[in-house]
């Protein structure tokens, strides 16, 4: 199947009186990795739960393969579509197997409560996210990127077709961010799983969205492969910062270098470590 599976059209999501996204349309291209990225507040996450049906449009759609998120059962949502929330907490005192076995509920029949397929699905994600040896800890006492790992192998033994992660490196050290990176990425390439992610760090958005959409304020400022839109304009426009984008030298992604060009005003062997910078005589 080509084209899109997910579509916005006209999407306004607001909470109570205050309207978070405005009219939104967005496309969300098959078989392609999407990165959302954008300000703090700027209405990511709910966007995301939108396209997760976790929170019902005040006006406009979302439909999945062109029939409305509303009108279709949610255990078939269940199966299609599996949303890691940017903030999950889990049940008091559960341990990382449970958790990680809960993601197969929707998949379950009620004469065959836990079959083959659902060990062998729990058993592969908690390997993929490196979490197998922490299957009988309580998730409560976990650090906040192994938990963050649970997280992400409990959606992945969801084995659904769209998978959609709020800042899913969020906790990560640097390592364990790549890999998670990697493994959405092999997601992708290997079983055709279509992926929306956000992302806070704009050179991994870069360097792992095939398709990538810069929000502000509810709305979408811009939309395509990064490339052809990462520029130190959008930068500034979105962010309010001032950036050098350039080509990476190992991929050629762009590589957003935030903060002006910048050079010492003051030798740094003339600064007098008690008083200070001398002052800099007016140019
Ligand atoms: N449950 C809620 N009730 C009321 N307002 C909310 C709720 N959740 C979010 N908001 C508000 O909606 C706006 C968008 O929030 P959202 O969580 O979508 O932002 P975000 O882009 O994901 O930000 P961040 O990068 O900080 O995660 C914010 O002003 C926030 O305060
Ligand atoms: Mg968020």
Redesign the pocket.
């Known amino acids: 199947m080509t084209g899109n599976r997910l579509t916005a059209r006209d999407l306004t999501l607001s909470?109570?009186s205050?309207t978070?996204v405005d009219g939104l349309d967005l496309e969300i291209p098959q078989g392609k990795v999407t990165v959302v990225v954008?300000?703090?507040?700027?209405?990511?996450?709910?966007?995301l739960r939108a396209l997760g049906r976790l929170l019902k449009p005040r006006r406009g759609a979302v439909l999945l393969d062109g029939v409305e998120l509303s009108r279709i059962p949610t255990k078939q949502i269940a199966r299609t579509i599996g949303l890691l929330p940017?903030t999950p907490t889990p049940p008091e005192g559960i341990t990382v197997a449970d958790l990680v076995a809960r993601g197969r509920q929707p998949h379950q029949k009620w004469w065959q409560q836990w079959s083959g397929d659902d060990e062998r699905a729990v058993t592969e994600a908690m390997e993929r996210t490196d979490v197998a040896e922490l299957a009988e800890r309580p998730v409560d006492e976990l650090s906040g990127g192994q938990r963050q790992r649970v997280w992400i192998a409990m959606a992945l033994a969801q084995d659904t077709d769209l998978l959609l992660l709020?800042?899913p490196t969020t906790y990560l050290d640097i390592a364990h961010q790549v890999e998670v990176l990697d493994l959405v990425r092999r997601l992708n390439l290997e079983r055709a799983r279509t992926v929306v992610a956000?992302l806070?760090d704009l050179n991994q958005a870069a360097r792992y969205a095939d398709h990538l959409v810069a929000?502000k304020a509810?709305r979408v400022i811009a939309q395509g492969a990064p490339r052809d839109i990462v520029t130190a304009d959008l930068v500034r426009e979105v962010f309010g910062l001032a950036s050098v984008v350039v080509p990476d030298p190992v991929t050629g992604d762009p590589l957003v270098v935030p903060g002006a060009p910048w050079r010492p005003a003051v030798n740094r062997d003339s600064v007098d470590p008690v008083k200070g910078p001398a002052a800099t005589p007016a140019d």
Do not use: F, I, W
């Not at 954008?38 to 966007?47: H, Q, R, V």
């Open positions: 909470y109570e205050r978070v954008g300000p703090n507040a700027c209405g990511k996450s709910t966007l940017q709020d800042e956000v806070h929000m509810g």
